[in-house]
């Protein structure tokens, strides 16, 4: 298995325009993982917040919760755009 590469330095878009921003997940309990896809980036945080908790590390390619069991990439928009680092 492949990590995706996360940091891109434009958004993602749609043809008619619209921000596409996915999130991949793995845990120790889905090492396959899923993603997530959201239209805009408060949709994105706000469910990243939810999934992920308020205590998590962001490295350079991927964002780890406080319990290390799930990990999660992001593609169409930086941590930074997010808000999240």
């Known amino acids: ?23 991949f997940y793995r845990s120790i309990d889905d090492p396959m993982g899923w993603t997530e896809t959201f239209d805009s980036l408060e949709e994105a945080k706000k469910h990243f917040l939810h999934f992920m908790g308020k205590t998590y590390d962001i490295g350079s390619s991927y964002a780890v919760n406080t319990y290390g069991d799930v990990t999660c990439e992001v593609e169409g928009a930086t941590w930074r755009e997010l808000g999240l680092e």
């Open 1 to 23: 298995m492949e990590w995706h590469n996360t940091q891109k330095q434009k958004t993602t878009q749609h043809q008619d325009g619209n921000m596409i921003i996915t999130f």
